[in-house]
């Protein structure tokens, strides 16, 4: 019953429903048209045919007399699918002809037109049969009267066949429509249980399930292929959250530890002033880094999940670059190396100036922390060019950047490498800069700059001068 | 001696910054909510106040805009857990002064405190020329000189210069250099603050007996009158 219920409240079943009442009508409608058309045009050959014997027939008796007319009729009436013939004197009594009396039913003495009538045939067992037949009779001279017909029976017989074939044909659709309905239903209830099958274990929480694609390019393979889309995304957020997860236990539990640690070791062995004192000054040189790292992953937080639009801005690059220089150049300079910068005059971009200026702070500062060349003459350099309408703003060093293979990890997940795990922040710093990036619509690209590390992040290039954004900005604020 | 109120519902907090200031010298008064901050802040004439952003009953920013509409411009420090750009903007819009996200080194507090409380008012007189031992800074003519000696600086240079002069006697911090010299909002990872102050250093003090520009330990800079 529930399962009943069920089939019958699908989509397979009301459109199966739905076609087979609209194919049986259509089809009976079909049937019915053809056989009253049938009917009437069998009918009217038979009346053609009575009109065209019965024009021969008067001739002869006016040519030959009775005797040449009987002799006709005679010889008519014994042709195989004879028509039917009858010759009555003047009294009403058969002379000649293949009927044994003129039908009871038939109208008017002197009818001439073509008439339905019933007669009675005998054939040749004498055996007497009530048939139907269109006839046409004539007067002619001296009391006769000729009847000419056609039995019905063949025509009646085509119509009975017609109307057997409406059932039959209807029987034929039903059954089909059935069969259709059954192997649609089928196909479509399992593709959509297959579905809701995938679905119900990857909410068990096998993100790794996928909606079949049975490759026929149909409605349902695309949407199985966007379901499968969206899998994949959520499953590399998943990851991605997984990651950040893990990240943050590993960026927040190993400080905490340290500090721990210190605090425990202080109580143990300190004996003198001295002692605790150093212990305390570490202990809070260790919650500040702290602070920094719960800072930095706030900020990451936040930036992945603002929207592209707020506080985007036309930046000039030149002036922007050019003061983070001011700022960098000095510790460049006392680190025996510079900071060039290569940013052509008036290159507008449309972005968060505040949260660039963070990922060219972050971006120089990894410079001046790590990469120290063996030449002992640091150069980094911040440039920007325009392709499109995108700007490349990129920071290069000359140190001795990041070995080929970690370069993909770093760039893919942005895990810090161990080499430099000690040290607070670096992973994060580039997990900012992406975030940063992907809120400007681009990524960051992470390449090997022979010597060195050449970090590019892309940006919207700003919309042709004349932009009327930072001018209404500027009034109204 | 500076009066400061410090509106914080926090009362660990807010008895660790009375404890801190009045130990220096300075009188400290507490409220506990945005109503009895509003209500002591108009009452009482202080030199600054310290408000928290998240306050029961009414917000800080509420009680720093009523107290701007009705006219009072006490020099007024923010303190907030939100350490955001957007929120820095937004508390400073709202009229308040000064911003430092939680959490913070007292010696920050404090530098900025004693910044806002110095700060020339609005309107007062606008000097021209600023002087510290036999340092002397001329803002319209941008030049600066030492004794007899001519002191060529860069235009960052006179801005930072020009900073701590005008802050003279006290701390500033890095992060106060950064963002008033440079004008960038973030906790730099690298020693580039010092970098320029060591640079400045060796124009103003380089070659004099007597150095102007200190470097205070776990705090920051100050140029200040030798002793005596």
């Not at chain 1, 073509?114 to 045939?121: D, G, I, K, M, P």
């Not at chain 2, 202080?46 to 107290?67: A, F, H, Q, T, W």
């Not at chain 2, 060529?152 to 963002?179: D, H, I, K, S, W």
Request: with cysteine; net charge negative; glycine share 8%.
């Amino acid at each position: 019953m529930n399962r009943l219920a069920r089939i019958a409240r699908t989509t397979a079943f009301k459109l199966s429903v739905l076609y087979l009442a609209v194919f049986t009508a259509l089809s009976a409608f079909l049937l019915i048209y053809i056989s009253r058309n049938t009917n009437q045009l069998m009918l009217a050959q038979v009346t053609q045919t009575l009109n065209a014997e019965i024009t021969g027939l008067p001739e002869e008796y006016v040519r030959g007399g009775v005797r040449a007319l009987v002799a006709s009729i005679d010889r008519r009436a014994r042709r195989p699918d004879a028509s039917l013939y009858l010759l009555t004197d003047f009294a009403g009594n058969p002379i000649a002809g293949n009927i044994p009396e003129r039908p009871k039913t038939i109208l008017g003495e002197t009818a001439s037109g073509v008439q339905r009538v019933h007669y009675l045939r005998r054939d040749a067992a004498g055996v007497e049969e009530e048939r139907e037949a269109l006839i046409r009779q004539f007067d002619l001279r001296g009391g006769y009267r000729l009847l000419v017909g056609r039995d019905l029976g063949e025509t009646r017989h085509f119509v009975d066949i017609l109307a057997e074939a409406r059932q039959l044909w209807i029987g034929v659709v039903v059954i089909m429509a059935v069969v259709t309905w059954f192997f649609v239903n089928r196909r479509v209830m399992k593709r959509i249980d297959d579905i809701a099958d995938t679905s119900q274990t990857i909410m068990e929480g096998d993100l790794s399930g996928r909606l079949p694609v049975a490759g026929n390019d149909d409605e349902f393979d695309r949407l199985a292929t966007n379901l499968n889309a969206m899998l994949d995304r959520i499953e590399l957020l998943m990851h991605g959250m997984k990651d950040v997860t893990d990240n943050i236990a590993h960026d927040l539990k190993t400080p905490l530890t340290r500090l721990r640690n210190r605090v425990e070791t202080a109580l143990r062995e300190a004996r003198t002033d001295t002692d605790y004192r150093s212990a305390l000054e570490a202990t809070l040189d260790e919650s500040d880094n702290l602070i920094r790292i719960f800072d930095s992953l706030l900020r990451i937080a936040r930036i992945e999940a603002m929207t592209p639009e707020a506080g985007m801005d036309t930046v000039d690059l030149r002036q922007l670059v050019g003061q983070l220089a001011d700022l960098y150049g000095p510790a460049a300079e006392d680190a025996g190396g510079r900071l060039n910068v290569d940013v052509p005059d008036g290159l507008l971009a449309e972005c968060n100036a505040g949260l660039i200026n963070q990922v060219l702070v972050n971006l120089v500062e990894n410079a001046l922390k790590y990469a120290v060349p063996e030449t002992g003459r640091q150069v980094i350099t911040i440039s920007a060019a325009e392709a499109g309408e995108r700007i490349y703003l990129t920071v290069t060093d000359n140190g001795p950047g990041i070995p080929e293979e970690a370069l993909d990890r770093v760039a893919d997940r942005f895990v810090r490498l161990d080499e430099s795990r000690s040290e607070p922040g670096h992973g994060l710093g580039l997990s900012l800069v992406r975030a940063v990036a992907r809120l400007h619509g681009g990524d960051v690209r992470l390449q090997d700059a022979e010597p060195g590390l050449k970090a590019t992040i892309d940006l919207p290039r700003a919309a042709a001068h004349g932009d009327t954004t930072d001018d209404d900005r500027r009034s109204t604020g | 001696m500076l009066r400061i109120l410090i509106i914080e519902d926090d009362a660990e907090a807010a008895a660790y910054l009375a404890k801190g200031l009045t130990e220096l010298g300075h009188v400290a008064d507490r409220a506990g909510d945005g109503e009895a901050g509003l209500e002591q802040a108009l009452a009482g004439t202080y030199d600054v106040l310290i408000i928290d952003r998240m306050l029961p009953k009414r917000d800080g920013l509420s009680v720093i805009e009523v107290l701007r509409k009705g006219g009072n411009y006490t020099p007024v420090l923010i303190l907030s857990a939100l350490g955001q750009v957007d929120d820095r903007v937004k508390g400073l819009k709202a009229g308040g002064d000064d911003y430092l996200p939680k959490p913070y080194a007292f010696t920050e507090l404090l530098a900025r405190v004693e910044a806002l409380a110095r700060r020339p008012k609005s309107g007062g007189e606008v000097e021209t020329t600023y002087r510290v031992g036999d340092l002397v800074l001329d803002r319209l003519a941008h030049s600066c000189r030492r004794g007899q000696t001519d002191i060529p600086l860069q235009p960052r240079e006179f801005r930072l210069l020009e900073y701590l002069m005008q802050n003279a006697g006290q701390v500033v911090t890095r992060t106060m250099l950064l963002e008033n010299v440079w004008e960038y909002h973030f906790d730099p990872q690298t020693n580039v603050i010092d970098v320029h102050m060591s640079r400045l250093r060796g124009k103003i003090d380089k070659g004099f007996d007597v150095p102007l520009l200190h470097t205070i330990r776990g705090a920051g800079y100050t140029i200040r009158e030798p002793a005596g």
